[in-house]
């Protein structure tokens, strides 16, 4: 089946700093990947659709300008979670279609970023 | 918008007894997905429903999925220990993105 890699696994980071998040598909190209939020015991809560070679289109209430998105490539998007905040720990996690091969929906997830916000 | 329900939110069982979640949608579906998430883990695909009234099994689980495609179960019989995790299920309406029920986290006690 198609892999999805993300990167990092955990990252703990200090209030203000900006940390980014990446998310891979190794074996497959994807033109449209998926950015999900998820608090503890809660379900997935979608972020934004990053669609590459253009602007993301986020969730009614995601800041754009706090949550910078890019996908630059085929098999690459970005997360960047600007001047991080305590309240922004959570657990991030992409996922992906793949592309061209007669779509059927079905959505490959990443290992997911754990975030903790100091 | 579109809304997905699951229930129950948990379920706990002895180990060798069913399980059931339900989801149910507000709007049609196109088709409806059901992931699993093991405790700590990222959610991985188990199956997609697409045609009204379509039953899938995979060994031990069931997935139906009404006959209005509103509604959709997943069935686990004589579940095991590794049957441990959250399932979520997520709808599909037309070309829109998929949107994801609550989840139902299983506890199994061996």
């Known amino acids: 089946g198609a892999v999805v890699s993300q990167h990092p696994s955990w990252v703990i980071c200090k209030s203000g700093t900006s940390v980014k998040i990446e998310c891979r598909s190794l074996d497959f190209q994807a033109t449209t990947m998926f950015w999900y939020r998820q608090f503890p015991k809660q379900s997935l809560m979608l972020m934004a659709t990053s669609n590459e070679g253009s602007k993301a289109t986020y969730e009614q209430g995601v800041e754009k300008d706090k949550f910078l998105i890019n996908h630059a490539s085929l098999t690459l998007s970005t997360l960047t979670v600007t001047s991080a905040h305590p309240e922004d720990s959570s657990f991030y996690i992409c996922?992906?279609?793949?592309?061209?091969?007669?779509?059927?929906?079905?959505?490959?997830f990443g290992e997911g970023s754990r975030l903790t916000v100091l | 918008g579109q809304q997905v329900m699951q229930i129950p939110q948990y379920q706990h069982v002895q180990e060798g007894e069913d399980f059931t979640t339900y989801c149910n949608s507000s709007?049609?579906?196109?088709?409806i997905q059901w992931y699993k998430q093991r405790p700590g883990g990222h959610p991985v695909f188990l199956i997609q429903l697409v045609k009204s009234g379509e039953v899938k099994k995979q060994k031990r689980l069931t997935f139906q999925f009404g006959e209005a495609k509103k509604n959709s179960s997943l069935h686990i019989t004589a579940t095991q220990t590794t049957d441990v995790g959250t399932y979520f299920c997520a709808g599909v309406q037309g070309a829109q993105k998929l949107v994801f029920g609550q989840g139902t986290r299983l506890t199994i006690n061996p």
């Open positions: 709007t049609t579906l196109s088709n």
């Open positions: 996922s992906a279609e793949v592309a061209g091969r007669g779509n059927t929906g079905e959505l490959f």
